[in-house]
């Protein structure tokens, strides 16, 4: 017997409350732009301070993880595929905003559910 989708579902919502290390290289906020038929990926830097809370660089305040927060990005990355936003942000973009392998193996992940609710007109939240 193989899994169900709600087996799937239950896999990735516990997966979902793990601890998660922040990367000192910054954070994305993705979202479609559907009238352009394109995937966007916001970068905005951050600094890791001694109890791993990110910080913005130019304030020193603590970034919520939830909630608006008023910050300009450093970069817009946008594709049309998933794949062809992670060969500009992994292989074209010198130096790699993205400095630890979790984080990168996670916005392919996000990359994807963007591009299918894109492609289906589902919605995208990232995750």
């Known amino acids: ?3 169900k989708l709600e087996d799937l579902a239950a896999i990735d919502e516990k997966l979902s409350l793990r601890h998660l290390e ?8 993705i979202y479609l732009d559907r009238e352009s ?5 916001k970068h905005f830097t ?19 993880a939830r909630g608006k927060v008023e910050r300009t990005h450093t970069t817009l990355f946008t594709g049309r ?4 936003l ?7 973009t010198k130096p790699c905003p993205v400095t630890q392998l979790d984080h ?9 559910r963007a591009e299918v609710a894109l492609l289906t007109g589902q919605e995208y939240v990232q995750d």
């Open 86 to 92: 992670c060969v500009h942000i992994f292989e074209q």
């Open 37 to 41: 038929g394109l995937i966007c990926a």
């Open 46 to 64: 951050n600094v890791i301070d001694e109890r791993g809370l990110a910080v913005d660089p130019e304030t020193g305040k603590v970034i919520p």
């Open 1 to 3: 017997m193989g899994l």
């Open 22 to 29: 922040l990367d000192p290289g910054g954070y994305f906020i």
């Open 104 to 112: 990168a193996a996670y916005l392919g992940r996000e990359f994807v």
């Open 81 to 84: 595929t998933a794949k062809e």
